[in-house]
């Protein structure tokens, strides 16, 4: 029998559903993809090679069809970006705008010596730079590799020592974590510095360039690149080893032109704000290719979260496509809803979430609060595009992933035999026929990994999930120990390895702990050496450790000093046990147990 | 009260800033991007730790950590 509050709820939810039904109506009516049926129905990459006039073994390159395409479209003077930084300070760029700077990037690193699929780091907040310089190096064929600025030197030195990284562009609050490593690392020829201070001497290897006061290069040659030539490198992290330098290529467009397309629904007169940072791939999946090679005004704001802030931004620049994270939406509700009385924000138009499971109340709340559903999309690094999701127009089952993309064959497996379930409802790993365009290459010199991720002719993401009757994908979990914090996947093997680099640790294991905003957080057990006493204070030193050495996010936001780590008889130590401890799970089978 | 925005201050630098760049007592923390929400948490066990204190987490919102100020006030409302 209900409760007298959750007919409240039905009663709300029954008054609700005139215009949840509008709105799919409206949506499917104007929505790019229209009928999501007909799509699938003999569904051909070639759809989007056509609109983009693509023809196989042509030549294709991402920086050309995001500017110079664009501009000989006719949209040269529509503005492409709107940036706003820290303290307020607001830049616009047209098509041509971008199209020039891209090209005067593209020469620099020309110029200083930089050849086709050399690896260029891009190591920045998100400013104009970050966004054009990528574009400038897919433009002279090189490799643009985007890390996150919040990154600690370890981590920083990892993954370059990885792609042996010729040149970093980096910003002169960001260069001391380069200067501290430099040393290391004799591949490593240019430091550019794109906001140095003219006052003080470049250090070694460092060079000064501002985009503004570099000649502008109107005419450029363009590098060749074809389907496979190698395009963006990005790091993600696994369970065990060192993260992985996930290669892409050049072809990846065609999947992510039209997913941007189809999914995000990216119209002509869009504002489009993707709030993601290019140091992760949705960022430069969707903040930048998907963005500029549909020709859409997109804007970026360059500041720390605030509820406040966020929406203050969307009125100001009137948002009306939003493409944002759980982490931030499950912040957002955490603000509450009388703050957004104070704005206005009927620009919006269609919200979609990425990086993270969006769980079914933050659905419901967006619905309630800005009259549309955020609507969730899954994909990874590897994969480059969206994979799973849901559509502008479809039947949105609150909690769900949605169907498969047209062309993306998904399914669920059983995790012994990696063949497909028969029946609905079964829990088992998703997988993914290979073959989409923006389907990661290989992991950069580590092909055996690469080949583990392949089983029974399917590409396994590493993820679990079921299907229902209907065909929707509903997320479970990860298949291993990653942690997913506020969407972005940290390795405890990371982890556990800089614990160790601690004077006072001795052993220490990582895993995941539940969090509202951010789904997971990092959670570490230690134990300490003789002569170290657990204490507030080291356990804060310990935590400022691990994130100026590897970032903030790896940074356990809890340490539990313990006596004993639980391990096997072979001493290898069991997070299974911890981590069923801290979500409130079964322990499982203790029988290989050391002391059980 | 200056000691305390002094030490505050102080911290700030040692912790969450790599070059020169000048922190004031106004300056934004969060929207300013000089200390990120992940590292906030750091930033809050600084706080208990050193003022023997307990802020609760729905007290500790980016607004109320984004500049030395304002944490000073907040902390000073749990100072017994």
């Given at each position: 029998m209900a409760d007298k509050g959750s007919k409240i709820e039905i009663k709300a939810f029954l008054l609700h559903l005139p215009l949840l039904f509008y709105n799919i109506l409206i949506q499917s009516t104007m929505s790019h993809i229209g009928s999501y049926d007909s799509r699938v129905k003999d569904f051909d990459w070639s759809v989007s090679e056509k609109e983009l006039d693509y023809k196989q073994g042509d030549i294709i390159n991402i920086g050309w069809y995001c500017t110079d395409r664009i501009c000989q479209m006719g949209k040269a003077d529509k503005t492409a970006l709107i940036w706003e930084g820290m303290s307020g300070e607001e830049k616009r760029y047209t098509y041509n705008d971008i199209r020039v700077a891209s090209n005067t990037i593209g020469q620099f690193l020309r110029d200083i010596g930089i050849k086709p699929e050399d690896r260029v780091c891009l190591f920045m907040d998100k400013i104009p730079e970050l966004y054009l310089g990528f574009l400038g190096i897919l433009k002279i064929g090189a490799i643009a590799q985007p890390l996150f600025s919040a990154f600690g030197d370890e981590s920083l030195f990892i993954r370059l020592e990885n792609a042996q990284t010729r040149a970093i562009i980096t910003q002169k609050k960001h260069a001391p974590k380069v200067r501290k490593i430099i040393d290391k690392m004799p591949f490593v020829e240019f430091i550019i510095i794109v906001d140095h201070d003219s006052c003080k001497p470049l250090g070694e290897k460092e060079l000064s360039f501002e985009l503004e006061k570099s000649p502008k290069i109107d005419k450029f040659e363009i590098y060749p690149t074809k389907a496979e030539s190698p395009s963006v490198l990005h790091y993600t992290s696994g369970t065990t080893g060192q993260p992985k330098g996930v290669k892409h290529v050049h072809y990846s467009l065609i999947s992510q032109y039209l997913t941007a397309k189809w999914v995000l629904d990216l119209q002509d007169d869009d504002i489009y704000w993707c709030t993601a940072d290019p140091g992760w791939v949705t960022g430069t999946s969707y903040g930048i290719i998907g963005a500029f090679s549909n020709g859409v005004t997109q804007c970026v704001l360059d500041a720390g979260f605030s509820a406040e802030a966020w929406y203050r931004f969307i009125e100001k620049h009137r948002v009306s496509m939003w493409y944002s994270a759980p982490t931030a939406i499950r912040s957002l509700m955490k603000a509450g809803d009388e703050i957004i009385k104070k704005f206005e924000l009927s620009c919006l138009r269609h919200l979609a979430s990425v990086g993270e499971p969006l769980n079914s109340e933050a659905v419901i709340w967006s619905e309630k609060v800005f009259g549309k559903a955020f609507l969730d999309t899954y994909w990874q690094t590897e994969t480059g595009s969206i994979m799973i999701t849901n559509f502008p127009g479809m039947k949105i089952k609150p909690g769900s992933m949605g169907k498969p993309f047209p062309g993306i064959i998904a399914t669920v497996v059983d995790p012994e035999k990696y063949e497909p379930f028969t029946e609905t409802g079964k829990i088992g790993l998703i997988a993914i026929k290979p073959g989409w365009p923006a389907m990661m290459r290989t992991y950069w010199n580590n092909e055996e990994t690469y080949q583990k991720k392949l089983k029974n002719g399917w590409y396994l993401p590493g993820d679990r999930s079921s299907i229902d009757s209907e065909g929707y994908f509903w997320f479970v979990g990860r298949d291993d120990d990653v942690i997913n914090t506020g969407g972005h996947l940290v390795s405890p093997f990371e982890v556990e390895s800089a614990l160790l680099?601690?004077?006072?640790?001795?052993e220490s294991a990582v895993v995941s702990k539940p969090d509202f905003v951010n789904m997971e957080v990092v959670k570490a057990f230690v134990t300490l050496k003789p002569g170290f006493n657990a204490d507030k204070d080291l356990e804060l030193d310990i935590m400022n450790f691990v994130r100026k050495k590897l970032s903030s996010l790896a940074m356990p936001q809890e340490i539990e000093f313990a006596d004993s780590l639980p391990k096997t008889r072979s001493g290898k130590i069991m997070r299974r046990i911890l981590k069923a401890k801290e979500w409130g799970e079964e322990i499982g089978d203790t029988s290989t147990l050391e002391n059980d | 009260m200056e000691d305390m925005k002094e030490i505050i201050k102080n911290y700030v630098i040692k912790e969450y800033v790599e070059d020169d760049t000048v922190i004031g007592f106004d300056t934004p923390l969060i929207s300013g991007g000089i200390v990120d929400s992940f590292s906030m948490v750091s930033l809050k066990r600084f706080l208990e730790n050193k003022y023997n204190i307990s802020i609760p987490d729905d007290k500790a919102t980016p607004e109320a950590f984004d500049s030395v100020n304002k944490i000073v006030k907040l902390v000073n409302e749990f100072i017994k």
């Open positions: 680099e601690h004077p006072s640790i001795a | -």
